[in-house]
C-alpha cells in the first residue's frame, strides 16, 4: 500500500503556470505506473480524466493527452516525487488534480486531490 500526497495547487489567471507535486510513500516497490488525473468541476471523481502517466522506475512517459501539450509530467527519484508542471493554463483547466498509483499487486492509490482554478 502506498499513500500519495499532492500540493501545488491554487488559483492563476489564464496564460499563467502552476507546478503541482505528489509525494510518494510506503511500498513502492511493485508501483507499475502514476501519473495524474483532472476531475472537472461538477464531476464525480470516477468521470475524471487522465492527463498523463509515467512508468514509476524509469520515469519513462506513457500517456500525455494528446491535445494538451502544455503540460509536462516528470517524477525526482531522490524524493519519490511526481510533479506536474502546466503552462499556458486555460480556464478549462480548472478542477481538482489527483496524482494516482498503479501497484503490479494491489489496487489503485489516489491523492487527496489539489485543487486548480484558472479565471480569465
Same mark, same amino acid.
Given at each position: 500500500?502506498?499513500?500519495?500526497?499532492?500540493?501545488?495547487?491554487?488559483?492563476?489567471?489564464?496564460?499563467?503556470?502552476?507546478?503541482?507535486?505528489?509525494?510518494?510513500?510506503?511500498? +513502492? &516497490?511493485? #508501483?507499475?505506473?502514476? !501519473?495524474?488525473?483532472?476531475?472537472?468541476? @461538477?464531476?464525480?471523481?470516477?468521470? *475524471? =480524466?487522465?492527463?498523463?502517466?509515467?512508468?514509476?522506475?524509469?520515469?519513462?512517459?506513457?500517456?500525455?493527452?494528446?491535445?494538451?501539450?502544455?503540460?509536462?509530467?516528470?517524477?525526482?527519484?531522490?524524493?519519490? +516525487? &511526481?510533479? #506536474?508542471?502546466?503552462? !499556458?493554463?486555460?480556464?478549462?483547466?480548472? @478542477?481538482?488534480?489527483?496524482?494516482? *498509483? =498503479?501497484?503490479?499487486?494491489?489496487?489503485?492509490?489516489?491523492?487527496?486531490?489539489?485543487?486548480?482554478?484558472?479565471?480569465?
Amino acid at each position: 500500500q502506498v499513500q500519495l500526497v499532492g500540493s501545488g495547487g491554487g488559483s492563476v489567471q489564464a496564460g499563467g503556470s502552476l507546478s503541482l507535486s505528489c509525494t510518494v510513500s510506503g511500498y +513502492t &516497490l511493485n #508501483l507499475d505506473t502514476v !501519473g495524474w488525473f483532472r476531475q472537472a468541476p @461538477g464531476e464525480h471523481r470516477d468521470e *475524471a =480524466d487522465l492527463v498523463a502517466r509515467i512508468i514509476w522506475t524509469s520515469g519513462s512517459l506513457v500517456y500525455a493527452d494528446s491535445e494538451n501539450d502544455r503540460f509536462t509530467i516528470s517524477k525526482e527519484n531522490a524524493k519519490d +516525487t &511526481l510533479f #506536474l508542471q502546466m503552462n !499556458g493554463l486555460k480556464v478549462e483547466d480548472t @478542477g481538482i488534480y489527483h496524482c494516482y *498509483a =498503479d501497484s503490479r499487486c494491489g489496487p489503485q492509490s489516489w491523492g487527496q486531490g489539489t485543487q486548480v482554478t484558472v479565471t480569465l
